[in-house]
């Protein structure tokens, strides 16, 4: 083979394994000297990005005249930020309850769902007697969890009237966050949400947190547009503002299951820890109702996380 030849040779094969042109360099003996482009362009999947960049692999700086050219290696970048969550199509006034729906995002993705108590139990005139006082634990967060039955399964519905057979989407607050699917779990119907830092005349933000935020929900970034809710005022039923003898007629209802009565989540007070999908509405809720009307404070904790 002669040297023209060879040398033809070898720019070929440097071609096919560069992917793009490369320069042969000769005088004596043969050198290849390797030219690289690299790929561009982006590619994601539900809340990560791959960023491309074209020129990436060639590290070095390339100055000419007042300009400059900095080839490297680009920094990571941030996965976007979930949807916001959606309040209730139709609200109701709900004094241990938070109701908002996760919208679908079509990827199946995982969140996690945080709630940041901003203002506890803050009633207006007239006023109870002797509110108990939870500031201490505002600026808390909690995170949405699954509720669960005494075997350890999940539950996502709970019996607002065995007579009636209706069922509405549950779920409750916990310390960890857990990651799920949160709009497939409940196919995109409102949440309504439990716990013992869920009190009357509070108000809160929701908001979620991509996947890429497990083990650094404090400071990620990747998180949603925040969402506030309010609850009613203690023994507010109606959400009229104010609580009355109506109020009243309304959870007896509830608790008798007569048709046409409101859902058990605008009436069900009663527990310090609430667990809708093992305990129905019943009498303790119409007496503290009939206490709320008598202006009787709301008497249960908010324990903090550990």
Known sequence: MNSTHAQATLVVLASLISGTTASAQFGGTFTITKSVIG???NSSAE???LVGIAGQPDAGDMAGGSFLLKGG???????APP???LPEPTPTGKDRFLTFVVPPDGAGAETAIRATLVSLYDPSAPFPIN???FTA???EVRYVNLLRDDNGA???SCLSSPSLSTFYRCATLGCDPEYADWAEIFAGEP???SGSAIVPDSIYTVSQLAASCAGNEATCAAASAELQLATARFGDVDDSGLVNVTDVVLTVDVVKAVFGAVWEYQCYIRAQDPKPHLNATNVTDIVLHVDAVKLVAYQLNVPTCP
């Open 39 to 41: 790929g561009g362009g």
């Open 47 to 49: 809340t990560f990005v």
């Open 73 to 79: 290696f680009a920094g990571l970048s941030a996965a």
């Open 83 to 85: 949807a916001a969550l």
């Open 131 to 133: 509110p108990p006082d």
């Open 137 to 139: 634990r505002e600026g």
């Open 154 to 156: 999940p539950v996502t």
């Open 191 to 193: 949440i309504h949400l």
